[in-house]
């Protein structure tokens, strides 16, 4: 039986709702497929400032670093504005990306059948099962390349550096290559290699990391094309693989397909696969206390866990089939539609892990 170390990092607003729920969900996950979790709390954000001064404690950083993964609720709220920038809650939440080594940013962006009327996008588009995950590139790219301003005849004018290197490339490509194989074998990988050189460097390592995947079909589509495509056929994307900058803005084009921010999960890996996984909404200091927050995301972040860093996959594809089959007949606030049951955060959990 296998046994996992998982780090609660529960955090502000509604974080610790969420989180309580998610877990719930993951305990009768456990139960059904046969392992074991034991969980450690830690500090992060707003919380951790007002226990401890600072929005990371060494104490977070050394708990999650000795876990199989990692667990967050959400971060800030107006009660920390007046922090300075560098103490801030999100400065941890960039303090613990860094600290754990993030590099690869896991969003996926899937319409439940149930919500397809959520989406701006027109029913016969998205069809009954469009799951596109992206794969971005967290740490490097123009992001972080060399920038400035000087005067150019007189004017003021500015650069930023776009910059990876081949194993910046590789290691990011070998995680879109997993990720592919654990899913449909099929990979786009987007880039301008007509226009940038960095993109000439990154389809070319690309290809050249395909070889050791032989099972995972490759293609290559320009950025601009993806962005049209994505609106225009989304269901011809598995997993897309793209830099720092590409994968910033297709992330949320493609969120905006799902219809809800209530139901995106995302996960970030490092080289050694210990991962965080988060929704991506906020934390929603209004309606914190009030039950009402909606803890799908999170419970989706779990299945993220389950399936990319634990390899427990039957468990991810239950608790998505029991999100699903929950979403046919309750809701919380802010996915309710007439004629269904309105329902709190609370007893979303324990309809989930019913169906499950």
Known sequence: MADYKITLLKGDGIGPEIVNQAVKVLDKAAEKFDFTVEYDEALLGGCAIDATGVPLPQETIDKC???????????????????????????????IRGALGLFANLRPSVIFGPLKSASPIKDEIIGDNMNVLIVRELTGGIYFGERGTKLVDGEPAAWDTEMYSVPEIERIARVAFDMAMKRNKKLTSVDKANVLESSRLWRKTVIEVSKDYPEVELNHMYVDNC????????????????????????????????????????????????????????????????????????????????????????????IEAAVSKVLETHRTPDIYEEGLTKVSCEEMGDLVCKAL
């Open 227 to 318: 962005a049209m495509q994505l609106v225009r056929n989304p269901k011809q994307f598995d997993v897309i693989v793209t830099s720092n900058i590409f994968g910033d803005i297709l992330s949320d084009e493609a969120s905006m397909i799902a219809g809800s921010i209530g139901m995106l999960a995302s996960a970030s890996l490092s080289e050694g696969k210990l991962g965080l996984y988060e929704p991506i909404h906020g934390s929603a200091p209004d309606i914190a206390g009030l039950g009402i927050a909606n803890p799908l995301a999170t419970i989706l972040s779990v299945a993220m866990m389950l399936r990319y860093s634990l390899n427990q996959n039957k468990a991810a594809d239950a």
């Open 65 to 95: 670093k000795a876990s199989d993964s990692v667990i967050l609720g959400a971060v800030g709220g107006p009660k920390w504005d007046n922090q300075p920038g560098n103490n801030r809650p999100e400065a941890g939440l960039l303090g």
